[in-house]
């Protein structure tokens, strides 16, 4: 039974690689498949492996059948349905997802979209989870940013089933059509409840999270915290604190109802106890609006509990088996999700490491081992999805968990059920929950204040993870199992496989997707220079955090040796704060110096110059007399390799394109631009264009953009030079090869070649 889930699985996993899906109409052949697997037991491995791919072929294909067609984006349209989630308010903007009932354009009906998660911006009116809504919107495909290394939120869209994103446009049309009762709404009251009894409690973000789920109040130095220390799991409604509601609720129920023998004659105390824990896990589950982690940890209760009511005694392998298949077949998208991995691969790990094994018998003994057995098995899959450990978290988690789990937990849901029943000794409770995580906080204060208490480094190759993965099993093996000691020559690959570094007289430049903004990042074999670090869309989210700081973890990079700003436009230096935070600069050099916060930055002047491993950078403008300002003050940065050249251009207009075509000719043509001012028609200018003759010219452009960037003139200035067009929006990262040996290689566009069915494909202008 066990391989054909495995192999059910390998099935599941191998559809989600794939770039186009096939026809659903393969997923005819399942029920042969089931019954090949059925009658001939060889076959049950390969037979079941090709269930699994149908299975995932069915549900992938239903759920793209639902996305935004094309031809609708940016159309004004009449949305009627209900608000489907509680709405979060960020100051600037109301967001919330609805559920569509109906999608019409002109009075006709659109087809497709059941899901949209949208954006209320200004003064948004109070939304209630439930009540049904008539808005007009406008609305777009999933779309997120395509980067190496970074967070695929197109990806989490398509998981989570959204099937657009938008926002609700101004308008008289836009009223409350009815009222109505939903989970969401009773989870919205109880977090307005909380709210009011917490008022600025610096925890109260984290109390809500453990409550019903919402973790956007948690602090940006609190997930700091929890990050360094490896507790931030803690945080999240899943299988750990529904595992505990339901062992709590088990044994409470089983030692009262033993107590009566009425009763116990009727039921058995057990049967009766995995009842009620069934119930409490569902309950917990509820209050977290079912989201995709919560129905994980149900399933995996209910498979425990299961086996008690139906009076079957499985073995705990076997459970784990029946629990992942029931995942799989409830949703197969789960393998999309770091926390499926994570969840599966913890409870395997602690069954392998505690089964049958001879030691220590005391409460805590076992409860350390739990966590040394947790911490080495989930080193690799640590390494893959958060390119980070922390050192410190099985101490850490030593203490943390018992105490947020068995005392914090407990308060906060004894404190918000008396919340919900109006009683007033509900906040009491919450706020003696609130001492205890100050308690915490301060514990893990001190252990995230020891030196190099979290290694952060690239994620490992394929075959350095399978090796790390093997060297896991070596370890936990049994005392007395023989070579346990190549376990650790088989992790030594993970951390020291660093992806190639360019080679010397060779420039690999970048053009990060950042959406309507600019990052770019030039390596060559010992250097590396970012110049400009992508926008910041809010007070908490910006690009040099999101994307410049992971696709440098990605290659292995921990120190940059130049940080250029090319000048104080928020699209370009949004995100430097957070690079300078996360990363070691060496140097900073800045169009305007004055606007770089927290380090001393150098102005940027013609005529600087310096030579890195035989590829040549030069500032190009402004002058050291210039009276420039605004855009044009434009740091512009000229890379020469041996076999190829490259244009950084900032958002200069006509005026210094002008003054560049006058004063430095011999400079200006290149075989890859970086479009000025991501295609404006005040920049671009035909003598610019015609002198800089690019091969290759990148616009740097949100999907969408309100700005309507690149201007259609300016494309075809372009494209008459013979430049060839390549845009982030549609090309996701851009990134170039220039060597003495093959020139400049063709480029690689990383929406083509890392995306799958679930992402937006490219579309050129």
């Given at each position: 039974?066990?391989?054909?889930?495995?192999?059910?699985?390998?099935?599941?996993?191998?559809?989600?690689?794939?770039?186009?899906?096939?026809?659903?109409?393969?997923?005819?052949?399942?029920?042969?498949?089931?019954?090949?697997?059925?009658?001939w037991p060889p076959l049950r491995p390969p037979a079941m492996a090709g269930v699994g791919f149908l299975w995932a072929l069915l549900q992938a294909s239903m759920a793209l059948q639902h996305v935004l067609p094309p031809a609708w984006e940016g159309v004004d349209l009449e949305a009627v349905g209900r608000i489907a989630s509680v709405p979060r308010d960020d100051v600037r903007r109301l967001r919330f997802v609805l559920r569509v009932d109906r999608l019409r354009h002109a009075g006709h009906t659109i087809p497709g979209p059941r899901r949209l998660r949208l954006s209320w911006y200004g003064r948004a009116p109070r939304l209630q989870a439930g009540d049904r809504w008539r808005l007009t919107v406008?609305?777009?495909?999933?779309?997120?940013?395509?980067?190496?290394?970074?967070?695929?939120?197109?990806?989490?869209?398509?998981?989570?089933?959204?099937?657009?994103?938008?926002?609700?446009?101004?308008?008289?049309?836009?009223?409350?059509?009815?009222?109505?009762?939903?989970?969401?709404?009773?989870?919205?009251?109880?977090?307005?409840?909380?709210?009011?009894?917490?008022?600025?409690?610096?925890?109260?973000?984290?109390?809500?999270?453990?409550?019903?789920?919402?973790?956007?109040?948690?602090?940006?130095?609190?997930?700091?915290?929890?990050?360094?220390?490896?507790?931030?799991?803690?945080?999240?409604?899943?299988?750990?604190?529904?595992?505990?509601?339901?062992?709590?609720?088990?044994?409470?129920?089983?030692?009262?109802?033993?107590?009566?023998?009425?009763?116990?004659?009727?039921?058995?105390?057990?049967?009766?106890?995995?009842?009620?824990?069934?119930?409490?896990?569902?309950?917990?589950?509820?209050?977290?609006?079912?989201?995709?982690?919560?129905?994980?940890?149900?399933?995996?209760?209910?498979?425990?509990?299961?086996?008690?009511?139906?009076?079957?005694?499985?073995?705990?392998?076997?459970?784990?088996?029946?629990?992942?298949?029931?995942?799989?077949?409830?949703?197969?998208?789960?393998?999309?999700?770091?926390?499926?991995?994570?969840?599966?691969?913890?409870?395997?790990?602690?069954?392998?490491?505690?089964?049958?094994?001879?030691?220590?018998?005391?409460?805590?003994?076992?409860?350390?081992?739990?966590?040394?057995?947790?911490?080495?098995?989930?080193?690799?899959?640590?390494?893959?999805?958060?390119?980070?450990?922390?050192?410190?978290?099985?101490?850490?988690?030593?203490?943390?968990?018992?105490?947020?789990?068995?005392?914090?937990?407990?308060?906060?849901?004894?404190?918000?059920?008396?919340?919900?029943?109006?009683?007033?000794?509900?906040?009491?409770?919450?706020?003696?929950?609130?001492?205890?995580?100050?308690?915490?906080?301060?514990?893990?204060?001190?252990?995230?204040?020891?030196?190099?208490?979290?290694?952060?480094?690239?994620?490992?190759?394929?075959?350095?993870?399978?090796?790390?993965?093997?060297?896991?099993?070596?370890?936990?093996?049994?005392?007395?199992?023989?070579?346990?000691?190549?376990?650790?020559?088989?992790?030594?690959?993970?951390?020291?496989?660093?992806?190639?570094?360019?080679?010397?007289?060779?420039?690999?430049?970048?053009?990060?997707?950042?959406?309507?903004?600019?990052?770019?990042?030039?390596?060559?074999?010992?250097?590396?220079?970012?110049?400009?670090?992508?926008?910041?869309?809010?007070?908490?989210?910006?690009?040099?955090?999101?994307?410049?700081?992971?696709?440098?973890?990605?290659?292995?990079?921990?120190?940059?040796?130049?940080?250029?700003?090319?000048?104080?436009?928020?699209?370009?230096?949004?995100?430097?704060?957070?690079?300078?935070?996360?990363?070691?600069?060496?140097?900073?050099?800045?169009?305007?110096?004055?606007?770089?916060?927290?380090?001393?930055?150098?102005?940027?002047?013609?005529?600087?110059?310096?030579?890195?491993?035989?590829?040549?950078?030069?500032?190009?403008?402004?002058?050291?007399?210039?009276?420039?300002?605004?855009?044009?003050?434009?740091?512009?940065?000229?890379?020469?390799?041996?076999?190829?050249?490259?244009?950084?251009?900032?958002?200069?207009?006509?005026?210094?394109?002008?003054?560049?075509?006058?004063?430095?000719?011999?400079?200006?043509?290149?075989?890859?631009?970086?479009?000025?001012?991501?295609?404006?028609?005040?920049?671009?200018?035909?003598?610019?264009?015609?002198?800089?003759?690019?091969?290759?010219?990148?616009?740097?452009?949100?999907?969408?953009?309100?700005?309507?960037?690149?201007?259609?003139?300016?494309?075809?200035?372009?494209?008459?030079?013979?430049?060839?067009?390549?845009?982030?929006?549609?090309?996701?990262?851009?990134?170039?090869?220039?060597?003495?040996?093959?020139?400049?290689?063709?480029?690689?566009?990383?929406?083509?070649?890392?995306?799958?069915?679930?992402?937006?494909?490219?579309?050129?202008?």
């Open positions: 039974m066990r391989l054909g889930i495995i192999a059910f699985l390998l099935g599941v996993c191998v559809l989600q690689r794939l770039t186009v899906l096939p026809s659903s109409h393969w997923c005819w052949l399942a029920p042969g498949l089931l019954a090949a697997a059925w009658r406008r609305l777009k495909r999933p779309s997120g940013l395509m980067n190496p290394g970074t967070f695929d939120y197109e990806r989490w869209l398509f998981q989570h089933r959204i099937d657009a994103t938008g926002y609700v446009r101004d308008g008289a049309s836009n009223r409350r059509l009815a009222s109505g009762w939903s989970l969401d709404r009773v989870r919205q009251r109880l977090v307005e409840r909380l709210r009011r009894a917490l008022g600025r409690d610096r925890n109260l973000g984290v109390i809500t999270a453990l409550a019903v789920g919402e973790r956007d109040g948690i602090s940006p130095a609190q997930w700091d915290l929890l990050n360094a220390t490896g507790t931030s799991h803690l945080l999240a409604i899943s299988g750990l604190h529904i595992g505990l509601v339901a062992g709590l609720a088990f044994v409470l129920m089983r030692w009262l109802w033993s107590r009566s023998l009425r009763l116990t004659l009727r039921l058995p105390a057990p049967k009766a106890a995995a009842l009620a824990g069934l119930a409490a896990a569902a309950a917990y589950a509820a209050l977290a609006g079912f989201s995709v982690p919560t129905q994980r940890a149900l399933i995996m209760v209910a498979v425990a509990f299961g086996g008690l009511l139906l009076g079957r005694c499985r073995r705990p392998a076997d459970s784990l088996a029946v629990a992942l298949l029931l995942v799989l077949l409830w949703d197969p998208l789960a393998v999309l999700a770091a926390g499926f991995w994570l969840s599966f691969t913890a409870v395997a790990v602690i069954l392998y490491g505690m089964s049958a094994r001879v030691g220590g018998s005391g409460v805590w003994w076992r409860w350390g081992r739990v966590q040394w057995l947790v911490a080495a098995g989930l080193l690799p899959l640590s390494l893959v999805f958060f390119q980070r450990l922390s050192w410190i978290a099985p101490a850490a988690n030593l203490v943390a968990v018992p105490w947020v789990s068995l005392l914090v937990v407990p308060l906060v849901l004894l404190g918000s059920t008396l919340l919900m029943l109006g009683v007033g000794l509900g906040g009491w409770v919450l706020h003696g929950a609130g001492i205890l995580l100050n308690l915490l906080w301060r514990f893990l204060d001190v252990l995230a204040a020891v030196p190099m208490a979290v290694w952060s480094q690239q994620a490992p190759p394929l075959w350095a993870v399978l090796a790390a993965a093997l060297g896991g099993l070596l370890l936990l093996a049994p005392r007395g199992f023989p070579a346990r000691w190549l376990a650790a020559l088989l992790w030594l690959p993970a951390f020291v496989a660093l992806p190639p570094a360019p080679g010397r007289g060779v420039l690999d430049l970048t053009v990060l997707d950042v959406g309507q903004g600019l990052a770019v990042v030039a390596r060559t074999r010992r250097h590396t220079l970012v110049y400009d670090a992508g926008p910041r869309f809010s007070a908490s989210f910006d690009a040099g955090e999101a994307v410049v700081v992971p696709f440098l973890r990605n290659l292995g990079v921990r120190r940059i040796d130049r940080l250029v700003v090319s000048h104080d436009d928020r699209d370009h230096m949004g995100g430097v704060n957070s690079v300078l935070r996360r990363l070691a600069v060496d140097d900073v050099l800045a169009g305007v110096p004055e606007a770089v916060a927290g380090v001393r930055a150098r102005q940027c002047r013609r005529g600087q110059s310096w030579t890195w491993d035989a590829v040549r950078f030069r500032v190009l403008s402004p002058s050291s007399s210039s009276t420039l300002n605004g855009n044009n003050r434009s740091c512009v940065l000229r890379i020469d390799a041996p076999g190829g050249s490259v244009l950084l251009t900032g958002d200069i207009q006509a005026d210094v394109e002008k003054r560049l075509v006058a004063q430095v000719p011999r400079w200006l043509p290149v075989d890859v631009l970086v479009v000025p001012h991501h295609g404006s028609r005040t920049s671009s200018t035909a003598a610019f264009v015609h002198r800089v003759s690019p091969a290759y010219a990148v616009f740097t452009t949100g999907y969408r953009n309100r700005f309507g960037f690149p201007r259609p003139v300016v494309v075809a200035r372009y494209r008459a030079a013979g430049a060839a067009l390549l845009d982030s929006a549609a090309d996701g990262a851009v990134r170039f090869r220039i060597g003495p040996l093959r020139g400049l290689g063709a480029p690689q566009r990383y929406r083509v070649a890392a995306g799958r069915y679930w992402n937006r494909h490219p579309v050129h202008r």
